[in-house]
């Protein structure tokens, strides 16, 4: 599922930092890499000079992943977009870390715009899991902690045969609603979203160490946020919706949530 | 034991006992009591005038949305409920509810003050200003008044028939508070609901003493002092009291019908025996005017030229209404029940406002009728005495006596039916929502009510009253506009009611 990944490079993109994005991915079942830039025909290094990308596709071939290289123009989140879907990858990876060095930064303005626009996951590393060769070494399956959010919407259900291709050591369900109108609409409501999330762990358990489950009440990115910050989660897994009508000015629920986290988003639209 | 009571009873004890403290500090410093009430209520002005403007658009704006949405079709009840009272009898409560003693105090009145002192960029007693003073009689107890009724009737009418809780503020808290609705956060709300009634009810207690006073200091000639004002509201306590307690309730109800054929008798009267084409033109004009103008009145604040009389009169009625609103309110909620939304907010916004523009027009037309064509300065009266305006109007058409007697009469009902049903309202707000209220609670609250009218009369006459239900309306203002929000809350769940039923 995770098989082939495309990588959005540009100039000065740091080979040392792509081979470590490189090994978190080939940890995680990638194969092949899509290394893809968009030129800047008005940039002064937006000539027909590609060589730099070169020498990032042989630090790359050098871990074992099979890469090519791809190029674009125009609007750099719909030039990604479209390549994603055009190559067939199963996800794009982006870093929220690299551009800025600041770990928990609100996204730039392309990572926004991919985050709504692009019909293929979207993978957005944060802090954590922490590259290999950190300070706390490399991430394996083993100690993967996931939070999977979900109300058990269309849009939430999507992400569910991903969730089960990551695997881990623990997945943590969390669901999040608002509050019923009435306590006795509430009684059933909980009761039936209980049911619901037990059968959900049921289905999950065969692709991790521990799968737990939880419901709360409020809104749903500062929940999601602070349960992932409570179980130190390295992926939050979360399907993106709709946005709803004025939504954007405020940033809807998974923007607020890739945002906000520390841990790495894998947003499946 | 003790505690058990007390948690239970923790709304009643809570607000009574501030309020006994209220009593107890006006009785032995009314001047630290109304130092501190002025300090509060300026506060509120110099801060928070512009809310009340906002706050009474976003109600009337929210209610009109609801009844023309997709929510218009839900029933206040159970889907196969149908309405408790035929739609003439349930028009004619709602004409209950709205009618009262202010439509008395201010008929005549509030359309000849507007006149006299308009804001600076009017000309006093100009054609121009009696417009003015016209129209804003209008709109200050036109749509918006009901609009705020509608936030909390639609609110308890809805939380408690439709989803089958206690008809309590508190109740339609549930989607913010969940179970803490039965906790401290729930019963403060419950408090704030019974501080708004207890205040709002006691500024038209004052209102309704002032003017009984007035018309028999006018007819009689007894001493205008204040004593005789705190006798008139002892002689009504010992009455709507002793309604209360004997539970006339079907006594109570056939004194509010025979107080609106009253009304209407006065007011055809009026009308008759008035220029009819005057009045009928006012009643044409200002409507329009009112039309045309009401999203500029709604949210004009003056800033630059008018800013003090705005907050003197729009604010304060804002206020008013917003004190009177968990009452009124509950009234309404209950007499609904089977009732559509849309059918309950149009009915409610369009037929008691209609009849009170009908009013205005009567009263207030015939009072600029006589001092534009008559040469009657009645505008100098009422700028002296609002109270008196009235009875002098009277004098100005046959059978005076007995007019002013109809008019004492229709002011010592309305106080005595208003006081009894704001006993039991209270009563019901500080027993869970129950109706079976303890006799204990009805004397408390009945005593409560007069004793407020009294000390807010003795620290500072009409204008103690004015901004002391100004000051209880603020809180729960903020608890309305929190209203509309469950409300929302609860409406948009409804598609998910027969699924979450299963």
């Not at chain 1, 999950?204 to 749903?220: H, K, Q, W």
């Not at chain 2, 058990?4 to 501030?18: A, D, P, Q, W």
């Not at chain 2, 207890?198 to 002092?225: E, K, N, R, W």
């Not at chain 2, 907010?345 to 534009?372: N, R």
């Amino acid at each position: 599922m995770f098989e082939k990944t495309l990588i959005p490079v540009a100039y000065g993109e740091k080979p040392g930092e792509l081979r470590k994005i490189g090994r978190l991915l080939r940890s995680l079942g990638s194969e092949s890499i899509c290394l893809f830039h968009v030129s800047d025909t008005d940039s002064f290094f937006g000539g027909s000079d590609h060589s730099w990308l070169m020498f990032l596709k042989e630090e790359l071939e050098e871990i074992g992943l099979s890469v090519e290289i791809r190029t674009g123009s125009d609007h750099i989140a719909s030039a990604i977009a479209e390549a994603a879907l055009m190559e067939g990858v199963d996800e794009i990876y982006l870093t929220a870390k690299r551009h800025w060095q600041i770990r928990s930064i609100l996204l730039g303005s392309v990572s926004r715009d991919l985050l709504r626009l692009a019909d293929t996951p979207v993978f957005v590393h944060k802090i954590r899991p922490l590259l290999p060769g950190e300070d706390e070494g490399t991430i394996t399956r083993d100690d993967l902690i996931v939070l999977y959010a979900t109300d058990f919407d269309t849009a939430s259900n999507r992400p569910l045969p991903y969730l089960m291709q990551f695997k881990g050591a623990w997945c943590h369900i969390l669901h999040v609603r608002g509050r019923r109108a009435d306590p006795r609409a509430e009684e059933r409501k909980s009761s039936r979203v209980k049911e619901k999330l037990s059968l959900l762990e049921e289905e999950l358990r065969p692709y991790y160490g521990r799968v737990t489950s939880e419901e709360r009440i409020g809104n749903a990115a500062n929940e999601v946020l602070f349960v992932s910050d409570q179980i130190n989660a390295d992926v939050i897994i979360l399907g993106r919706s709709r946005p709803a009508f004025l939504s954007s000015p405020m940033g809807n629920t998974a923007e607020r949530i890739v945002s906000g986290s520390k841990a790495s988003i894998f947003l499946v639209p | 034991m003790k505690w058990t009571y007390f948690r239970r009873e923790t709304v009643f004890l809570l607000s009574s006992g501030i309020i006994l403290l209220f009593i107890i500090c006006g009785a032995l410093q009314p001047e630290l009591l109304d130092t501190a009430a002025s300090a509060i209520h300026a506060g509120i002005l110099n801060n928070f005038s512009w809310l009340y403007l906002i706050s009474a658009f976003f109600f009337l704006a929210f209610v009109i949305f609801l009844a023309i949405s997709k929510y218009g079709t839900i029933r206040l009840g159970y889907d196969a409920e149908r309405p408790q009272y035929t739609f003439f009898g349930w028009v004619a409560m709602l004409f209950a509810a709205g009618m009262g003693i202010g439509l008395l105090f201010w008929g005549v009145s509030e359309p000849l003050v507007h006149f006299l002192s308009p804001p600076p960029f009017l000309e006093p007693l100009s054609p121009d200003s009696a417009s003015f003073a016209m129209r804003y009689a209008f709109f200050h107890w036109g749509i918006h008044p009901w609009a705020i009724y509608t936030v909390v009737s639609l609110s308890i009418a809805y939380f408690s028939f439709r989803r089958g809780m206690p008809a309590l503020i508190s109740s339609c808290f549930y989607p913010v508070l969940g179970d803490r609705i039965y906790g401290m956060p729930g019963k403060i709300v419950d408090v704030l609901a019974v501080f708004a009634t207890v205040f709002g009810t006691a500024t038209s207690l004052g209102f309704g003493a002032l003017q009984i006073h007035a018309g028999f200091s006018h007819l009689y000639g007894i001493s205008s002092a204040i004593p005789v004002t705190i006798g008139i509201i002892i002689i009504a306590t010992a009455l709507f009291m002793a309604s209360a307690i004997l539970g006339v309730e079907k006594g109570v109800q056939v004194l509010s019908k025979f107080n609106i054929l009253l009304a209407i008798v006065l007011l055809s009267f009026i009308l008759l025996l008035g220029s009819t084409p005057y009045i009928l033109n006012i009643f044409s004009s200002t409507l329009g005017g009112y039309i045309n103008n009401v999203i500029d009145l709604s949210l004009q604040a003056y800033p630059f030229a008018g800013y003090q009389w705005s907050r003197d009169w729009t604010v304060f009625y804002w206020a008013w209404w917003i004190s009177w609103s968990p009452f009124v309110g509950l009234f309404i909620a209950r007499i609904s029940r089977g009732r559509t939304i849309r059918e309950f907010v149009l009915t409610v916004l369009t037929v008691p406002t209609l009849f009170t523009f009908i009013w205005f027009s009567i009263f207030g037309g015939s009072a600029l009728y006589l001092q534009l064509n008559r040469g009657v300065d009645l505008a100098s009266v009422a700028g002296e005495d609002v109270s008196l305006a009235l009875f002098v109007f009277f004098e100005h058409y046959p059978f005076t006596g007995i007019l002013s007697l109809i008019a004492i009469l229709l002011l010592s009902i309305f106080f005595v039916t208003s006081a009894d049903s704001a006993t039991v309202v209270l009563g019901s707000l500080t027993s869970g929502g129950s109706l079976a209220v303890p006799l204990y609670k009805k004397v408390i609250w009945g005593l409560s009510l007069s004793a407020v009218a009294i000390i807010l009369l003795l620290t500072g006459g009409l204008d103690a009253l004015q901004k002391m239900a100004i000051t209880a309306a603020f809180p729960f203002m903020i608890v309305m506009i929190i209203l509309c929000y469950t409300l929302w809350i609860g409406l948009s769940q409804e598609e998910a009611l027969p699924e979450e039923e299963e």
